[in-house]
C-alpha cells in the first residue's frame, strides 16, 4: 500500500530505510510516497517540484513491480500539479523502470542515471535553441555564471575569454533559488557585459547546474553525492551544450569552497585541454557582496561591482528592500 511520508517519524524511517541504499531526503524534497507491507517500508520516492528523486525499494521485493508503482504515483502528483514535462535522478539500477514509463535518457554515469519526460527531449530543445544563433566562426568559447549578483570577478573571466576567443556565450543560471532573480541577474549581466561585441548572454535551461543536475551548488551542502552530481553536470555540459553549441572551451574562475573545487576538478577531469582556469581577481566574491548588502554597507559591496551596473543593482536592492518593509 503506497502512503505519503506527512509525520516527522515516517520520514525519520524513511531517511533510514534510504540509508542504506547511500540515498537520503535532501533538502528541498516536498513530496515523499513509500510502500509498506506489514508495517515495514520496502520501497520510496520522492519529487522537489517536477524532479523525481530518492527511488529505493528493498532487495527482497525487487521484482513485485514496487518501483513502477511507486513511478506511476508520483507521475500523477506531478502531472496532478499542472506540470508536463518531469525528470528524474535515480540511480542506474532503475533507469530500465523509468524507460519502461516512457522516459528517455539523458545521460548517466557508472552509478546514476538522469532521465526526462516530454514531447520534446533535451536534443530537441537545445536545437530550437540554437537554431536561431549565427556565429561566423568556429573558435567559440563560453562561461556559466550565477552572478548573484555580478561582481568585477566575473566581468574579468568574461572580458579574458572575450579578449581570447572570436565569441563568447555566456549563460546565465535559470535556476531561481539566488538573492537576486534570474531576471535581475540577467539584467545586469547584459548590462555589464553590453561593450564586448562578440558575448551573447543567454538563460542557462534547466539542462545546466539546476536542481537536477548540481543542486548542491544552492543548498551548499557537503554531501557524498556532490562529486556524482559533478559528473552529470558535466557530463550533459560536454555531450549536449559543447555539440549543439559549437563549444570549445569553457571558462571557470578558481574556487575557494568545497563543492566548487569538485566541480571544477570533475570539469578538468572530462573537458582536460578544452577547460581553462583563471585565477581569482583579488578576493572579490558575490558571497562577500551579499553580505556587505545585508549588513547595509552598500557602498563597500559597490566597491566590487562593475561600474556599467552600479546604478541598476542600487534600484534593484532598493526595490527589494521596499517589498520586504511592505510584507
Do not use: W
Not at 548572454?201 to 534547466?206: A, E, N
Request: proline share 2%; charged share 30%; aromatic share 12%.
Amino acid at each position: 500500500m503506497i502512503k505519503e511520508a506527512i509525520l516527522t517519524e515516517e520520514k525519520q524511517k524513511i531517511a533510514t530505510f534510504l540509508f542504506q541504499f547511500e540515498l537520503e531526503l535532501e533538502k528541498g524534497i516536498d513530496l515523499t510516497l513509500y510502500y509498506e507491507e506489514n508495517g515495514r517500508i520496502v520501497g520510496t520516492i520522492s519529487k522537489e517540484g517536477y524532479i523525481i528523486k530518492c527511488l529505493a525499494v528493498d532487495k527482497t521485493f525487487q521484482g513485485q513491480n514496487i518501483a513502477s508503482k511507486l513511478v506511476s504515483e508520483i507521475v500523477s502528483r506531478i502531472i496532478y500539479e499542472g506540470n508536463d514535462y518531469y525528470q528524474v535522478f535515480t540511480k542506474k539500477m532503475y533507469r530500465d523502470t523509468f524507460l519502461s514509463l516512457g522516459f528517455s535518457e539523458i545521460f548517466s554515469t557508472e552509478e546514476t542515471s538522469v532521465l526526462e519526460c516530454s514531447s520534446n527531449t533535451i536534443d530537441d530543445f537545445l536545437e530550437a535553441n540554437t537554431r536561431r544563433l549565427t556565429f561566423y566562426t568556429d573558435d567559440i568559447a563560453c562561461v556559466v555564471v550565477n552572478c548573484n549578483p555580478i561582481t568585477r570577478g566575473h566581468l574579468y573571466l568574461i572580458e579574458k575569454a572575450s579578449k581570447e576567443h572570436d565569441h563568447v556565450l555566456v549563460f546565465v543560471l535559470e535556476e531561481d533559488k539566488s538573492y537576486f532573480t534570474f531576471q535581475e541577474r540577467m539584467s545586469l549581466v547584459f548590462l555589464a557585459v553590453k561593450h564586448l561585441n562578440n558575448v551573447t548572454v543567454l538563460p542557462s535551461t534547466r539542462y545546466m547546474i539546476s536542481s537536477l543536475t548540481f543542486p548542491s551548488y544552492f543548498i551548499k551542502e557537503e554531501t557524498k553525492k556532490n562529486y556524482e552530481y559533478a559528473k552529470i553536470d558535466t557530463g550533459i555540459f560536454k555531450k549536449y551544450f559543447m555539440k549543439y553549441y559549437k563549444i570549445k572551451y569553457r571558462y571557470v574562475g578558481e574556487e575557494t569552497s568545497e563543492i566548487m573545487k569538485i566541480y571544477n576538478e570533475t570539469l578538468k577531469e572530462l573537458l582536460k585541454t578544452n577547460l581553462i582556469v583563471v585565477p581569482r581577481l583579488d578576493s572579490i566574491s558575490a558571497s562577500k557582496v551579499r553580505e556587505l548588502i545585508f549588513e547595509s554597507k552598500l557602498d563597500d559591496a559597490l566597491e566590487y561591482i562593475p561600474e556599467s551596473v552600479k546604478n541598476l543593482l542600487v534600484n534593484i536592492i532598493k526595490s527589494k528592500e521596499l517589498e520586504h518593509h511592505s510584507l
